[in-house]
């Protein structure tokens, strides 16, 4: 059973550009999960979403980001207009419902990191 | 807001010896505690969980962790390392019918062989 999958792995984009980053979840789960690691920082959550439905982005940038996970195919987290302080690691996470009951853990991606020049 | 606060940035120990990471959260109501980590170049991995029951809780690899809810704590032990435990730390707590972790900062271990 494959992990959660993310791609690609690194991404360099110059000030301006659109990042798009993917999510392929683990097999038979319907919930994703995208977080944002800073340089020297911890995990921060962004958005939570299930198939074709955003159910919470309260740690989403206002502006510039935004995330799907459509029917079809994997969650796509779309940056516009990239500025240097969207350098970071964004991770997904899958799991196969709510995060508070026992079983549904959330499994994490290997990340993408995302450089802007 | 809930926030998780690890009190080491970076631990630097010899194998063999005992390691203990701190973690605080504010938040008074119900929550489930988590401890990830992550190893060189690999993503994360859970540690160990909490929901409920016993409040000590044992994890893959030797490590374990007790959750002290007076103190709002739930601390990360192993009672001897070895080199292979070199990696960064998460804790991490999710709110009880909530759906978003919320993770401290990060503890960087290093093991000297």
């Known amino acids: 059973n494959a992990g959660v999958m993310q791609n690609p792995r690194h991404l360099v984009r110059r000030r301006g550009q659109e990042a798009r980053l993917r999510c392929s979840p683990m097999?038979?789960?319907?919930?994703v999960y995208w977080y944002r690691q800073l340089p020297e920082e911890g995990l921060k959550f962004m958005v939570y979403?299930?198939?074709?439905?955003?159910?919470?982005e309260s740690g989403m940038p206002k502006e510039r980001f935004s995330a799907e996970f459509p029917k079809e195919g994997p969650s796509i987290l779309r940056i516009q207009q990239v500025v240097r302080g969207d350098s970071a690691a964004y991770f997904c996470?899958?799991?196969?419902?709510?995060?508070?009951?026992?079983?549904?853990?959330?499994?994490f991606g290997p990340g993408t990191r995302l450089t802007v020049t | 807001a809930q926030s998780v606060s690890q009190h080491n940035h970076h631990v630097i120990l010899s194998e063999a010896a005992s390691l203990e990471l701190g973690c605080n959260y504010s938040?008074?109501?119900?929550?489930?505690l988590f401890w990830y980590v992550q190893y060189p170049g690999q993503h994360l991995q859970l540690l160990l969980k909490?929901?409920?029951?016993?409040?000590l809780v044992k994890g893959i690899k030797g490590f374990e962790a007790e959750f002290i809810k007076s103190k709002f704590s739930f601390n990360l032990r192993k009672p001897s390392v070895q080199w292979s435990d070199t990696a960064e730390y998460f804790c991490?707590?999710?709110?009880?019918?909530?759906?978003?972790?919320?993770f401290g900062g990060g503890t960087r271990v290093l093991v000297k062989p």
């Open positions: 979403l299930q198939k074709e439905n955003i159910i919470d």
């Open positions: 097999k038979g789960h319907s919930h």
């Open positions: 991490a707590v999710i709110k009880a019918a909530g759906n978003k972790l919320t």
């Open positions: 909490y929901f409920s029951g016993d409040p």
């Open positions: 938040y008074g109501g119900t929550v489930n």
């Open positions: 996470a899958s799991s196969p419902g709510q995060g508070y009951l026992p079983l549904y853990e959330q499994y």
